[in-house]
């Protein structure tokens, strides 16, 4: 029993010691029993009779963790369907968690933008390039004057968009440089421990950190943060601190340089995905994670005109009679040319398909769909990113999207879309029940 008391104490201090360094607090812990948690994965209970070899199982499993993974949402979300034993999602100060993401750069930041006019964030960037960082921006060409674009340039930094390349290599006249992207210490190649990704859907502007509906994701993963700087450098036009703008590539010049297999957040077997737009297309990958589907997907999208999406969300629906489907779109893009909106809507129902937003300030600028995110025994699915559901948005314009399979982390955006549900007035199905003793070890 001395034994197995001292390898629980190991095992708590490790997990502890890695809480302190994210900044966490401990899930629980008991005297008579002992809770081992792998960040966002669900808690197991054990008496101490089998300690040792639940600790190294458990221990095993946390600390195989691929990476950390840090999901921000602007507004607020419904903890009635978390998981039992789940993390909680939170409604933050998203324009804080970047200046904190920004202020944690000891080396090189990488800055690939659409829209910039927060100056705390220009400031917080220049700050760390007047303390020695090395800082490298790409925008979009329509957002090149921008406030935040601006006090970059003014103070020194280079930044190019999307009309820098030479002819042959750049720019498109209508294609955007649609990405919202920060890249952390990725060049610094002597250590990889500090390696870090800023993505999701949120511009650097007032409205897309507090008006309109957005999201983000932090990963902290070496491998993950070098797949974003291959695309950033090709951009770029070279891997070093002056661009090229002979090799520089955007849009549909670029070339498929990254393995489209990552692990995000899961058992480190690379089963995720991510595409970056143009030349991947991940609207294939979409199609067979929506054919996943056994219980409910659920989505929030700014513009959505893809009939194979709209196509495959009524085929399984139709091969799957019992599954939920819940669409939210933004209100000023229901109406658009090609928009999937009023079919949808036509063959789901009111209470199935609605609309949230008032405005393009006011607006719905998620773009994530979540699939059996309320039953994380049913290999559930989560797809973020810049790209809007359309022709540009998979074909044209230089964007980012991520497929990731996890136990957790669509759990946290069924709760972010719980949240908008509520406003919008749709009815959802019952929060989850099972018990968390129930489940396998993740």
């Known amino acids: 029993m001395g034994i197995l008391k001292a390898l629980a104490e190991l095992v708590y201090l490790r997990y502890m010691r890695n809480l302190e360094l994210r900044n966490e607090k401990p899930k629980m812990f008991r005297s ?14 054990f008496h101490p009779s089998c300690l040792l070899f639940v600790l190294i199982i458990a221990s095993a499993s946390y600390m195989g963790q691929a990476q950390n993974v840090y999901v921000h949402f602007n507004k607020p979300v419904d903890n009635t369907y978390a998981v039992p034993g789940f993390d909680p999602a939170q409604q933050v100060d998203m324009r804080q968690k970047l200046l904190d993401f920004i202020n944690g750069t000891s080396h090189t930041l990488e800055v690939m933008i659409y829209g910039f006019s927060d100056t705390s964030i220009s400031n917080a960037i220049i700050n760390r390039y007047n303390a020695g960082v090395q800082v490298r921006v790409v925008v979009d060409n329509g957002h090149y004057d921008d406030e935040g674009t601006l006090a970059l340039r003014n103070a020194g930094i280079t930044v190019i968009h999307d009309g820098f390349s030479s002819p042959s290599t750049g720019y498109q006249g209508s294609y955007s440089m649609h990405n919202k992207i920060i890249i952390r210490d990725a060049s ?54 002056v661009p090229n703008n002979n090799n520089s590539k955007f849009a549909t010049h670029k070339t498929d340089n990254t393995s489209d297999a ?63 489907v819940k669409g939210i779109f933004d209100n000023m893009q229901k109406n658009v040319s090609g928009g999937e909106f009023w079919e949808l809507q036509g063959f789901f129902g009111n209470d199935d398909i609605t609309t949230l937003g008032t405005s ?30 359309s022709t540009s948005g998979f074909t044209r314009n230089d964007e980012n999207c991520l497929i990731i399979h996890s136990t957790s982390l669509p759990n946290l955006f069924a709760q972010e879309f719980a949240g908008r549900a509520n406003e919008a007035g749709l009815s959802l199905p019952p929060p989850p029940s099972s018990r968390v003793e129930d489940w396998p070890i993740y």
């Not at 008579?32 to 209970?45: H, M, V």
């Not at 409205?207 to 932090?218: H, K, M, R, V």
């Open 32 to 45: 008579s029993f002992l809770t081992i948690t792998r960040r966002s994965f669900c808690c197991t209970y």
């Open 188 to 241: 610094n190649y002597s250590s990889t421990s500090d390696d870090a990704v800023w993505t999701g859907t949120a511009n650097f502007t007032g409205a897309g950190f507090d008006t309109q509906y957005n999201s983000a994701l932090e990963i902290h993963d070496y491998e993950t943060a070098q797949s974003y700087l291959a695309e950033f450098n090709e951009m770029w036009g070279s891997s070093g601190a």
């Open 262 to 324: 990552v692990a995000i957040d899961s058992d480190g077997t690379y089963n995720d995905r991510l595409f970056f737009i143009p030349p991947e297309n991940p609207e294939s990958e979409f199609v067979n994670a929506i054919n996943s589907a056994d219980h409910e997907i659920f989505f929030c999208i700014f513009s959505f005109t893809n009939d194979s999406i709209r196509q495959a969300l009524e085929d399984r629906a139709t091969a799957v009679p019992s599954l939920t």
């Open 360 to 389: 393009l300030t006011y607006a719905l600028h998620h773009k994530y769909m979540v699939i059996d995110g309320l039953h994380p025994e049913s290999d559930p699915v989560v797809i973020i990113g810049s790209t809007n559901w």
